[in-house]
């Protein structure tokens, strides 16, 4: 159970507007991923919905139930925050514990639970260390330990994995997507790294200084951007966006073409350029490409390898039913 | 090791400096405590100049033992020592969370609460003695007057006056008396090292995690909880400091105790080395020697305690 409705909820600090009233429904056992740049007030969404931050106007509902006036602990809600916040004079099995010791559960079923709790997480080891002796992942998976044993309606993440390397990183992302499979629980996920958006959400939701900017499912997202913003914003590389007289040949304002949409040949093409870097990644190649008369640079991304050399000449071809068109308000056009 | 020859080379005058600083008082110390040594004695005048040949043994340790006022002074100072640390520290946390809050005046208030801490301690002593303690002139002579007049005029209410008819008449305490001046004694030196426990355990608690509160809000914790779970145990290091220090310090009170009742049934062990080093430097030094065990079994048995209750 956890069916989160957020009905124009809005957010002042003093007179500052961060969140302008929206609304947003979160489905039973969602998998809903906040993106957006820096300071758009992901955080502070998330916190109003575990309670931390209160609302400025608007009502929280959790399962139909209204919360808005509920203190945090009586939501149901559990929260994974990005610098872990272990208590760091208590043990691994304590941290766990806490919740459940704060619900005076008697000491038998608490060490049940924890000992179930470290079990999945691969913690039984560490069960009498202190948070200072943990690795960073190690603590990472302590704290989502401290939020699973609790039973929560909604787990809330607050980029939970930006502190962990590159490798890490991949793997703790596997692990609370299978972990969302199997307890199937609304989980609410904040991060504004897209590949994590991408790969785990069930629906993402893209902001913008506060403004829902568009929600929908991640391929959603990618094939259909509601917006000039949306369409720069999701996919790595970025989409190739520019206006002009080239986008007015398609009837648009702004037209974009994702780097992997475009067909790149040393010969003839639609637009002509010069090779600017080229990153070899093994498996692709991105090129950036320079004096296109359409936009400072633009990228393609293309699947293997292609002999060009930096101030080459070379040519580009979108593919035709892959341009994004929108209008002089950064709509999209169908 | 040819490259840290360099460093303990410049180390060493400090550390020499601070070695012949602790062992040459120590060591003389230990020396005058095994000899017969006085300032003042016309039978013995041999005894006036310390010498090996005035060996004493155990003797002036013996001489100290059965005097009447040593164990008075141990339990004097034990007792004056703990009830300082305990109140100081209690008041200091306590302080130190109220204000630790954000509110009107904060820097002003800060500054006032820690003005104490720049008494001198023999000021301190007068100031408490004579302006607030004194029976008749001091504040609490004036206080209890002004009690007794208000109940005097109650008795002559219509109803209730009945009632508080059966009232005594309040006296006012002498904090000079045998009993009570330990007591006069705690509560000057706690006036005026609160502030130093405040100042110590504010900037700790201004270096608490602030998410680690709200994880534990989430989790459940109620105010309380969050204090005994988090802040109590955040301040655990911050406590040992305060306690150390102030055990150091107020082993060695003097100008207060000095300044209340000269000593008078309210000796501890630095005043009982003063009263033989008018004359018996020999027991002066043995009862030093004491007060060195003393302090360090005090010092132990402080930090394993604190350790234990607040670090788990
Ligand atoms: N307590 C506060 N007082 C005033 N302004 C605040 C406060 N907390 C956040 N803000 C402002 O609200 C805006 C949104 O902040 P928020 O932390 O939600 O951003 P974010 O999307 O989580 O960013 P990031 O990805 O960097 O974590 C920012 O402009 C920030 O400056
Ligand atoms: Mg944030």
Redesign the pocket.
Same mark, same amino acid.
């Given at each position: 159970m956890g069916r989160i409705v957020l009905d124009q909820v809005s957010k002042c600090? !003093?007179d500052?507007e961060?969140i302008p009233p929206l609304d947003l429904t979160i489905e039973d056992g969602e998998f809903a991923v906040f993106v !957006?740049p820096?300071?758009?007030?992901?955080?502070?969404?998330l916190r109003m919905i575990a309670g931390l931050e209160d609302l400025t106007s608007g009502a929280i509902a959790i399962d139909g139930e209204d919360v808005t006036e509920v203190p945090p602990s009586k939501r149901g809600l559990a929260m994974v925050f990005q610098s872990y916040a272990l208590y760091p004079h208590m043990t691994v099995r304590k941290n766990i514990g806490f919740p459940l010791r704060m619900e005076k559960m008697g000491q038998a079923e608490i060490d049940k639970r924890v000992e179930t709790a470290s079990q999945s997480l691969n913690l039984t080891d560490y069960l009498d260390r202190k948070p200072g002796q943990l690795s960073g992942g190690q603590r990472q998976r302590v704290a989502i330990g401290r939020a699973i044993v609790r039973d929560p309606s909604a787990f809330l993440f607050d980029?939970p994995l930006s502190n962990l390397d590159a490798a890490l990183r991949v793997g703790m992302r596997l692990e609370i997507s299978e972990m969302h499979a199997r307890m199937k629980t609304t989980m609410i996920y904040?991060t504004?790294d897209q590949v994590e958006a991408m790969t785990m959400a069930d629906k993402i939701v893209v902001l913008q200084a506060g403004v829902i900017e568009q929600v929908g499912s991640p391929l959603d997202l990618y094939h259909k951007p509601q917006n000039v913003f949306v369409a720069g914003f999701i996919g790595s590389p970025k989409m190739n966006l520019f206006s002009g007289p080239e986008a007015a040949k398609h009837g648009a304002h702004t037209i974009g073409i994702r780097p992997e949409h475009t067909d790149v040949n040393t010969t003839d093409g639609m637009w002509e350029g010069r090779v600017g870097v080229a990153e070899h990644l093994g498996s692709d190649t991105f090129i950036h490409i320079h004096d296109t008369g359409l936009a400072d640079m633009l990228t393609v991304r293309i699947t293997g390898d292609i002999a060009v050399k930096h101030g080459d000449k070379i040519f580009l071809t979108p593919q035709a039913d892959q341009i994004h068109k929108f209008d002089a308000q950064g709509l999209r056009i169908e | 090791m040819p490259d840290r020859k360099l460093p303990r080379l410049l180390q060493a005058p400090a550390v020499l400096l601070l070695l012949v600083w602790m062992l040459v008082p120590l060591g003389m110390t230990l020396y005058f405590s095994f000899i017969r040594y006085v300032l003042n004695n016309l039978r013995h005048p041999e005894w006036t100049t310390p010498s090996p040949s005035n060996w004493r043994g155990f003797g002036n340790y013996q001489f100290v033992l059965n005097s009447k006022d040593f164990l008075l002074a141990i339990q004097n100072s034990l007792f004056i020592v703990c009830s300082i640390l305990f109140l100081t520290v209690t008041l200091g946390i306590l302080i130190a969370v109220l204000i630790n809050k954000a509110f009107p005046g904060q820097g002003i208030v800060r500054v006032l609460l820690i003005s104490p801490f720049f008494v001198m301690p023999a000021v301190n002593a007068v100031l408490w003695i004579n302006m607030i303690l004194d029976p008749v002139l001091g504040l609490q002579g004036i206080a209890v007057s002004g009690i007794n007049d208000v109940v005097d005029g109650l008795r002559q209410a219509p109803v209730l006056g009945s009632f508080f008819s059966l009232w005594p008449e309040f006296e006012p305490i002498s904090f000079r008396a045998t009993q009570t001046s330990a007591i006069a004694v705690i509560m000057m030196v706690t006036w005026q090292w609160t502030p130093f426990a405040v100042l110590i355990f504010m900037t700790s608690l201004q270096s608490e995690d602030q998410q680690q509160k709200e994880a534990a809000v989430l989790d459940g914790a109620g105010t309380w909880s969050q204090f005994r779970f988090l802040t109590l145990p955040h301040l655990g290091r911050p406590i040992a400091i305060v306690v150390m220090i102030q055990a150091i310090f107020h082993l060695s009170l003097y100008a207060e105790i000095e300044i209340v009742s000269r000593g008078n049934g309210n000796k501890n062990l630095p005043y009982l080395i003063g009263e033989f080093a008018n004359n018996n430097i020999g027991a002066a030094s043995a009862t030093g020697i004491f007060a060195v065990i003393l302090a360090n079994i005090v010092a132990i048995f402080l930090l394993r305690a604190v350790g234990k209750t607040l670090m788990e």
């Open positions: 600090f !003093g500052v961060v !957006g820096s300071g758009c007030g992901k955080s502070t969404l980029e904040v504004h | -």
